[in-house]
């Protein structure tokens, strides 16, 4: 409790909502990082970044309920990165024939709880979306719609009407820019950083999910865990309707490309 306390910056007048949530949430939290990590230190370190991320965040603003979402969600998805860190270097270690091949003990444990973060994920994408008066439906799919021709054969539409959600990071800033893109366009990283007043770069699996919540091939347009800088491909007005990812690879909602432009107040240019 010592450590989060020195740290927070929180205004006055969240401090004491802050250490009320750290008292009311952080043996839910501690448990669903051990329970995927199997490490009670690495589980601490977890909680402790998933507290400080909540400092002065807007989400402090929001009910109990949406706040306790986007805490175990961004906790999980803090756990899993950690968990992939791990994995890749089992395997820079196995390929330089320093270690045996061995199990993740975590593995067993994993599958369940990432069951409960692509839960939290879709919760975030429907809070997000009720909050600014839309309730589309959120059909969700056996098979994944993971790129988009999977999300266009799934739905049955054209793969232009894809609304694709690319993450790139802004190299100066740091933060994530958002590119909402048609399905069948590719992005100009240079007109998007012409755009963007930033160089841009690629962003990796653990970028994307510490930035906005999402793992590669579910970010949906809104719902983020930080706030990204948006671009809309202008090429998606040219549809009566789109379709983008509701929060996991294998579930979409539909939507009007002027919903989309007012839902995430983006910036609509031409990305190709």
Request: neutral net charge.
């Amino acid at each position: 409790m010592r450590a989060v306390d020195d740290e927070v910056g929180t205004r006055p007048g969240s401090q004491e909502r802050f250490t009320g949530l750290f008292r009311e949430r952080y043996r839910e939290l501690y448990g669903l990082g051990y329970r995927l990590l199997g490490d009670h230190g690495e589980a601490e370190d977890v909680v402790q970044e998933t507290f400080l991320r909540l400092d002065g965040h807007p989400v402090l603003e929001r009910p109990d309920d949406e706040v306790a979402a986007w805490l175990r969600r961004v906790c999980l998805n803090t756990a899993y990165n950690r968990l992939r860190g791990r994995r890749r270097t089992t395997a820079r270690l196995e390929r330089a024939g320093r270690a045996d091949r061995a199990d993740d003990e975590a593995d067993a444990g994993a599958s369940p709880l990432l069951d409960v973060l692509r839960t939290e994920q879709q919760r975030a994408v429907r809070q997000a979306l009720a909050a600014l008066g839309h309730t589309p439906e959120i059909r969700e799919f056996s098979e994944t719609t993971r790129t988009s021709a999977d999300a266009a054969a799934a739905i049955g539409c054209t793969v232009a009407q894809i609304a694709k959600s690319l993450v790139f990071r802004a190299v100066g800033s740091g933060r994530a820019v958002l590119v909402i893109a048609s399905g069948v366009n590719r992005v100009d990283e240079k007109r998007l950083a012409d755009a963007v007043g930033d160089r841009i770069a690629k962003a990796d699996a653990t970028f994307v999910r510490d930035k906005t919540g999402f793992a590669i091939g579910g970010v949906a347009p809104l719902g983020h865990t930080e706030k990204p800088v948006t671009i809309i491909d202008e090429d998606l007005l040219q549809h009566g309707e789109i379709w983008a990812a509701a929060g996991t690879p294998n579930a979409v909602f539909r939507l009007t490309p002027q919903a989309l432009v007012e839902m995430t107040g983006g910036r609509v240019i031409a990305i190709r």
